[in-house]
């Protein structure tokens, strides 16, 4: 099918573009960009009048929960939620039962995401074999069967010998190293961030140390290495600043945050919604502030979803026993444009801090509008304002602390390797 989309806003940071342009897609590629009123005849034709229309979202954190754990999500569902958010390209982390530390797992993702998926998926494969930080997994092997990056996200690489090996294959193959910084001693037992609110509310608090202490040693690694490394989650104003400095230094290193992180404060958990409980945990205004901060001075790369998908049981019950995690997909969008609304950042680095970035510490080819690119698109109007309600999430994760929220930039279409989702 030829699709045009016309009357849009075009905006895209791979080629410093932003203006009236119509986008011209054959089949799964993108065919050209073309002059307002200029583009070429074709079987359906998009309007986006008073829309952008921006590269496919990437997330480069997203927990899709198959195999193992159906219940929480499936590659279908995690999809259909990720293209209701604007996001075309999702990179699953590998905490899944069996853990993806082998290529049969590798291989039964991607061949279930072609088969059932809304849109492309890249696994990322386990540092170590079953996540316990005791022998590096098949990364060579994995790495030719599809995996683009490495991770024991959920839990640290707690022996610093096998995440130095790591780091020094990243350099072999080319591909990031992604690391869940918690130093489980300081963090065990912990709920949220420790604090006064902790405190008030008699739970038991994840210090910022917890966090910032791995962050260092990763950095010093990725130092003594050269490797690829890439910190995930970032929660705290000290691991911004190690991160900034390491730039700085020339150090081969990026970093993510969450919507959460720049969204919300350890206040929020004053009414114990345990929706709101993630690891690592929502901190003090502080840390929103130099959250913001990173990602207005480039020293935080990317913003990232984190989304983690749980059954309402999970949720349910004493905040000392609920899951940790949030449903993020769906609403990740409409979080990252407050921070344009209020001059944190623009529009077009928001959109390059979750299409470009991603790509590019990924290495692969997305979140570009370039001629012969995938059809990856969104259109997004930006005056829409949308109350959030979980309970109309495409995810079956429902989690979400934003519930009642309202936000504005609502995602009109998405399409998806030509593939067109239509909502409005």
């Known amino acids: 099918m030829k699709i045009l989309i016309k009357n849009g806003r075009v905006i895209d940071p791979s080629n410093n573009l932003d203006g009236p342009h119509e986008v011209f897609i054959e089949g799964a590629r993108i065919k050209g960009l073309f002059p307002k009123g200029k583009g070429p005849k074709a079987d359906r034709t998009i309007d986006a009048s008073d829309c952008i229309v921006i590269p496919g979202l990437v997330d480069m954190h997203t927990h899709l929960r198959e195999p193992g754990f159906e219940y929480k999500e499936t590659i279908m569902t995690g999809t ?45 494969g386990a540092i170590t074999k079953a996540q316990k930080s005791e022998e590096l997994a098949e990364l060579e092997a994995m790495k030719r069967t599809g995996c683009v990056a490495f991770s024991d996200d959920g839990r640290p690489v707690t022996n610093s010998l096998i995440m130095r090996r790591a780091l020094e294959y990243s350099k072999i193959f080319d591909v990031p190293i992604i690391s869940h910084c918690e130093d489980v001693y300081l963090s065990e037992g912990g709920v949220m961030n420790e604090g006064f609110v902790s ?64 969204s919300l404060t ?89 299409t470009t970035a991603p790509s590019k510490i990924m290495g692969i080819a997305k979140g570009t509008l370039s001629a012969d690119a995938d059809a990856d698109i969104a259109v997004i109007n930006l005056a829409n304002s949308f109350v959030v309600d979980s309970s109309k999430f495409l995810s079956k994760g429902k989690n979400s602390p934003f519930n009642g929220w309202t936000l504005k930039g609502t995602v009109e279409k998405t399409v998806s390797l030509g593939r067109i989702f239509d909502w409005i």
């Open 266 to 354: 350890d206040e929020a958990l004053m009414g114990y919604d345990t929706n709101l409980k993630v690891n690592p945990p929502v901190r003090t205004k502080k840390d929103v502030e130099a959250i913001k901060l990173g990602l207005r001075d480039g020293t935080i790369d990317v913003i990232a979803t984190d989304h983690a998908p749980h059954h309402a049981d999970d949720k349910i019950g004493e905040f000392d026993s609920a899951a940790f995690g949030i449903s993020g997909l769906e609403t990740a969008l409409a979080l990252g444009l407050q921070l344009v609304a209020e001059g944190t950042l623009d529009l077009k680095h928001l959109i390059a801090k979750m």
């Open 80 to 124: 259909k939620a990720a293209v209701r958010g604007g996001f075309t390209t999702v990179c699953c982390m590998p905490n899944t039962n069996p853990v993806n530390d082998t290529i049969a797992v590798t291989e039964f993702i991607i061949e279930k995401s072609l088969k059932e998926g809304s849109c492309t998926v890249y696994p990322i």
């Open 199 to 262: 405190t008030i509310l008699g739970l038991k608090g994840v210090p910022k140390a917890a966090e910032e202490i791995m962050v260092a040693r990763d950095i010093a690694l990725c130092e003594l290495t050269g490797g690829r490394l890439h910190i995930a989650h970032v929660s705290s104003e000290g691991s911004v600043k190690l991160i900034r400095d390491a730039k700085a230094r020339g150090i081969n290193v990026t970093a993510e945050t969450c919507p959460h992180y720049f």
